[in-house]
């Protein structure tokens, strides 16, 4: 027995004021919502997030330390990921 969903779609329609083209020559704007300052800040976070992260890596790679242990390396990297995107995305 097959059941039917009963998700109505009728409000995502295109708006009709736009024209493909007109659309198209508008596109996105990206207005900065931090400093420079702030911006190199994050990125700054990142870049040496990221080489802390990659020189705990090695050290436990080296000494041969059980895989659990790269585990919390995760939050690291995850961190430093964080700092790169959000200078990127200047938010």
Sequence with gaps: MMMRS??????FQKNPSFSESESEEIGEVCISNISPAERRKRLLGGVIGFVIALVVLAVLIA???DRLWRLPLFLLFFGAANGYFQWRDKT
């Design 6 to 11: 009963a998700v109505n779609f009728s409000g």
């Design 63 to 65: 000494i041969s330390a």
